[in-house]
């Protein structure tokens, strides 16, 4: 049982180029969600999945898409890479929608953006 | 806007010593949890405790408690008999309540503690 795997676990990238992180539980979670970290701003969300085949914003989505595959996959794009996408990446799952969730997060991605 | 604040940067603790990290949150829930993760440099964050807002009873998992006090929206953390391994930053989190993602967290910017052999 790997909990929630990510990769890669770290990119650098040139500004303008295109990537996608990838995420995937094997906990048989409904919710899957995408947070960034950046220093002294604690975590902040991205994009999450209720439930395969529905996405929504969070707070921070200027700049990124997301795919939920299937249940156990949610991918994180970004499309033309900017400096202030630099940040750490995290995919966290959790087993029902709702205010009774824990969230199980992955190792997380380092994002360089030059 | 809903938030959590963790008012201490940094915190610092002797081995075998007790130390207690603050957070305080807004939420309009009357039904919401409440959780400290934990951040070791490896980066991975790990679930320490969590709290459920209708229960008037703290939380406790082992050396680590939470003292839980709804009116003022307090919700800090103990750590008893701290280890070296206890080092690391510590979240605070709350469940946001705002549209349809019920389910997605607030964080606080964190607490590093150090500890001190």
């Known amino acids: 049982n790997a909990g929630v795997t990510q990769t890669p676990k770290f990119q650098v990238l040139k500004t303008g180029q295109s990537m996608t992180l990838q995420c995937a539980q094997d906990?048989?979670?409904?919710?899957m969600y995408w947070y960034r970290q950046d220093p002294g701003m604690g975590l902040r969300l991205i994009y999450y999945s209720a439930s395969e085949g529905t996405t929504d914003k969070g707070e921070v989505p200027n700049g990124y898409n997301v795919s939920r595959l299937n249940k156990r996959e949610f991918s994180l794009r970004l499309e033309s890479a900017a400096p202030s996408q630099t940040s750490v990446y995290f995919c966290a799952s959790s087993g029902i929608q709702g205010l009774t969730d824990t969230q199980y997060f992955g190792p997380g991605t380092r994002l360089t953006v030059l | 806007a809903q938030t959590v604040t963790q008012s201490q940067p940094e915190m610092s603790v002797q081995e075998a010593e007790t130390v207690t990290l603050s957070c305080t949150y807004d939420?309009?829930?009357?039904?919401?949890?409440l959780f400290w993760y934990k951040q070791p440099p490896s980066r991975q964050m790990i679930l320490v405790i969590r709290?459920?807002?209708?229960?008037?009873q703290n939380a406790t998992e082992n050396r680590f408690s939470v003292n839980f006090q709804k009116a003022a929206k307090s919700f800090s953390l103990k750590i008893s008999d701290s280890q070296l391994g206890d080092a690391a930053m510590y979240f605070c989190a709350s469940v946001r309540d705002y549209g349809g993602s019920q389910g997605n967290l607030i964080f606080g910017k964190g607490t590093k503690l150090s500890v001190k052999p």
């Open positions: 709290q459920e807002a209708y229960k008037q």
């Open positions: 939420t309009s829930e009357s039904d919401y949890y």
């Open positions: 906990m048989n979670h409904n919710s």
